[in-house]
């Protein structure tokens, strides 16, 4: 089984190499990048790691491409340590899946 860290470094291979984080406008992709509706993002793929044994250490990693073709991840923890603000992103972009 894969840890974050082997997920992470396996969606820098595939070509996701920006790093995602939900704001009250979008989302935003990091550094000095754009802010995106959700609307121009798709999910591609998801990985849950769960290890068992402190589930605050469980999270899925998100692989997302932008409209513009920016790739990159979004990290959700799992369960009851999800920000509302991102689980809500999330659920949206499922939707549209």
């Given at each position: ?5 082997d997920?992470q ?7 996701f ?8 406008s ?5 550094g000095?990048?754009?802010v995106?509706?959700v609307t ?28 513009d ?13 999800t ?6 992103v999330?659920?949206?972009?499922l939707?549209?899946?």
């Amino acid at each position: 089984m894969m840890n974050l860290s082997d997920l992470q470094d396996s969606a820098i291979e595939r070509g996701f190499t920006h790093t995602f984080i939900c704001t009250d406008s979008g989302v935003k992709r990091d550094g000095d990048g754009p802010v995106y509706p959700v609307t121009d993002l798709k999910i591609v793929n998801s990985n849950s790691v769960d290890v068992g044994t402190d589930p605050g250490d469980d999270a899925t990693l998100y692989l997302i491409e932008a409209t513009d073709g920016s790739k990159g991840t979004l990290i959700v923890p799992t369960g009851f340590y999800t920000d509302p603000a991102m689980a809500k992103v999330i659920d949206q972009l499922l939707q549209r899946h």
